[in-house]
Nanobody, 129 residues
Framework: QVRLGESGGGSVQSGGSLRLSCVAS????????VGWFRQAPGKERMAVAT???????MYADSVRGRFTASQDNAKSTLYLQMDSLKPEDTAMYYC???????????????????????RGQGTQVTVSS
């Protein structure tokens, strides 16, 4: 059974940093496309970053240059380092995995939540001004 568990959320002031972690189990980590998504209140769940097994990373335009996604295959863990946080980054953050080494293409990226079969429960990030 595939399981994904996020941690590391919290409350920070604008300009601060947080590091999210997602521990995966139930599949051979490093063979699936994995990613981070977020959903702000009243808004659609959107992609933040996706990583292919060979390490190609795609970012949302709104976070590029501020967020860094990475993974440690030996620990079956996905990370999201979030720097220069803004109030508009406030959201529930989810990690997800799809049983394919291919991640969604750019044209699909923003609204690709439905393409990821396995999802975590989420961790809340709140950024105050």
């Amino acid at each position: 059974q595939v399981r994904l568990g996020e941690s590391g959320g919290g409350s920070v002031q604008s300009g601060g940093s947080l590091r999210l972690s997602c521990v995966a189990s139930g599949f051979t980590y490093g063979t699936y496309c994995v990613g981070w998504f977020r959903q702000a209140p009243g808004k659609e769940r959107m992609a933040v970053a996706t990583i292919t097994p060979d390490g190609y990373i795609m970012y949302a335009d709104s976070v590029r240059g501020r967020f860094t996604a990475s993974q440690d295959n030996a620990k079956s863990t996905l990370y999201l380092q979030m720097d220069s946080l803004k109030p508009e980054d406030t959201a529930m953050y989810y990690c997800a995995a799809r049983p394919s080494p291919l991640c969604p293409q750019r044209v699909q990226f923003d609204h690709s939540w439905g393409l990821f079969r396995y999802r975590g429960q989420g961790t809340q990030v709140t950024v105050s001004s």
